[in-house]
């Protein structure tokens, strides 16, 4: 299997966290990968962050992760909150 395969659900899940907007701010998203201590990069639990919000602003996440999460909630609540948007289109 290549490096660059994704299976099927991976790439329709990236389709709609890449057409999501981003969390804080509806902008443009680039895609945030979460990690936590011991976990690898991984497609499945992505956010769409703006690069303001993700890598480039005062208030980016990359900048300070501790205040960012204290500011606008825990990574894991705001991917529950894409998650379930997911879920719900994938019903209709």
Same mark, same amino acid.
């Given at each position: 299997?290549?490096? =660059? /395969?994704?299976?099927?659900?991976? =790439?329709?899940? &990236? #389709? +709609?966290?890449?057409? /999501?907007?981003? @969390?804080?701010?509806?902008?443009?998203?680039?895609? *945030? *990968?979460?990690? %936590?201590?011991? $976990?690898?990069?991984? %497609?499945? +639990?992505? @956010?769409?962050?703006?690069?303001?919000?993700?890598?480039?602003?005062?208030? #980016? /996440? *990359?900048?300070?992760?501790?205040?960012?999460?204290? &500011?606008?909630?825990?990574?894991?609540? @705001? /991917? #529950?909150?894409? @998650?379930?948007?997911? &879920?719900?289109? $994938?019903?209709?």
């Amino acid at each position: 299997m290549s490096a =660059k /395969y994704k299976p099927i659900h991976i =790439k329709r899940w &990236l #389709a +709609f966290v890449s057409s /999501y907007g981003c @969390l804080l701010c509806a902008r443009p998203n680039n895609i *945030h *990968h979460i990690k %936590d201590r011991a $976990m690898r990069r991984n %497609d499945l +639990f992505v @956010l769409p962050l703006c690069r303001e919000h993700h890598q480039d602003g005062p208030d #980016a /996440y *990359h900048t300070n992760p501790t205040s960012w999460e204290a &500011l606008h909630g825990s990574q894991w609540s @705001l /991917y #529950a909150r894409v @998650l379930e948007d997911y &879920l719900r289109s $994938m019903r209709r």
